[in-house]
């Protein structure tokens, strides 16, 4: 739903995660309206704010991007790409499928190595600035990396006009206004600031002044947000595969009128469904108006409380009982249901007694397990667990 896209993407629970005060007031309530000017002859892109960005990237502005740390616990690489996504869906209000999600580099100065930086991005502001820039094949970074990472208790702070980027020590970030940065710095413990650019507000005490960097460093370069389902694909198909192409098309373009005759009833249906929808809507006094999914949405969410996501404690809690088994137990596949509060998790074991063992850890974990039947084969056993949180 692009009316959904086109709306307000505002943060939940980022408050539990990093300056409780400062990360909600310093993102905007739009994060899909883009502002940025053409490319010059592939150069590098120079945004609004004036921050140049590295040759052939983009700055995407930070207003637009939750810019946080999570902690996870220790698994694969590939584990952790899927983890990611339910663990940043309880702090935002749009659904997954809207949102983009990227995994960037374990945080700076973690001795633990457990909490990683990440980016949350609608689509809706990914479609836009790459189709503000068709032409640069490049990376695209929140513009808040053009800052250096401060040392432990400072704030890098970069100013230009109205617009004022805040860098943290763990290397996440936010935007914030002139009128804004005072509450917001109190809130964070009152740490040192090092600034760049224009001057801040009397009330906030620099404790030093430097210059942008020429770039970010190799960290940050290789956090783009460019990936998955946005990476820069292939210059196009060969001119012999093209001419194919349109001889398929062509000759399928008749398959496709008759089903547009088909989408158009089915369109007549559906207003035909809405109409019936909002009036019964209204007939129990609910808002009907804009988009109908919207107005459904409302009127569920009406009648029943806020939930709360139990994927990081379950995920913990699991990996944390399966620990005496590293190197015997792997964890294959994970999936997480918000709508059961349940962790499914694939194991793969030399044998059926090392899975005895794993689902034997979980009830002395206080979770609940919903085993799946075993199968041998090739040397290995194999079983999918449910998990839950026994209830009090």
């Known amino acids: 739903m692009r009316d959904r896209d086109n709306g307000a993407f505002k943060m939940r629970s980022a408050l539990r995660i990093l300056m409780p005060t400062a990360r909600a007031a310093a993102q905007k309530d739009d994060l899909n309206d883009i502002e940025t000017g053409p490319i010059n002859g592939g150069s590098p892109a120079v945004a609004e704010t004036g921050l140049q960005a590295p040759d052939r990237a983009v700055y995407l502005e930070t207003e637009k991007v939750l810019l946080i740390n999570l902690s996870l616990p220790k698994m694969t690489a590939a584990l952790r790409r899927t ?30 190595a457990s909490s990683w930086l990440v980016a949350v991005v609608s689509n809706a502001a990914m479609e836009d600035i790459i189709a503000a820039y068709p032409d640069t094949d490049g990376a695209i970074f929140p513009d808040v990396m053009a800052l250096l990472v401060p040392d432990a208790l400072h704030w890098s702070v970069f100013r230009q006009g109205p617009r004022i980027l805040v860098r943290l020590p763990d290397a996440s970030g936010f935007a914030t206004t002139p009128e804004l940065l005072s509450t917001l710095w109190v809130a964070g413990g009152s740490p040192q600031i090092v600034s760049s650019g224009d001057d801040l507000p009397p009330a906030i005490r620099v404790a030093a002044r430097s210059v942008l960097p020429l770039a970010p460093d190799a960290v940050d370069m290789a956090f783009n947000l460019r990936t998955g389902r946005f990476a820069r694909r292939g210059s196009g198909l060969p001119k012999g595969a093209r001419a194919v192409c349109i001889i398929l098309a062509v000759a399928v373009l008749g398959h496709l009128m008759l089903l547009g005759l088909d989408v158009f009833a089915l369109d007549r249906i559906a207003a035909t469904r809405a109409a019936s929808l909002r009036s019964a809507l209204e007939e129990k006094g609910q808002d009907s108006t804009g988009d109908i999914d919207d107005a459904l949405t409302r009127a569920l969410a009406s009648g029943q409380p806020a939930t709360s996501s139990d994927f990081l404690p379950l995920l913990t809690q699991a990996f944390a009982a399966l620990a005496a088994q590293t190197g015997q137990v792997q ?62």
């Not at 983009?100 to 945080?107: A, F, N």
Request: charged share 20%; proline share 4%.
């Open 83 to 112: 983890a990611v996504a339910f663990a940043v869906e309880d702090l935002i209000a749009q659904p997954l499928d809207q949102v983009h999600v990227v995994l960037g580099p374990q945080s700076r100065g973690d001795v633990t």
């Open 331 to 392: 964890v294959k596949d994970l999936r997480f249901s918000l709508v059961q509060n349940s962790l499914t998790l694939a194991l793969e074991a030399p044998d059926l007694a090392a899975l005895q063992t794993a689902e034997a850890a979980f009830v002395e974990a206080n979770l609940e397990v919903d085993s799946g039947a075993a199968t041998t084969g090739n040397g290995a056993a194999e079983a999918v667990m449910t998990l839950r949180k026994v209830a009090p």
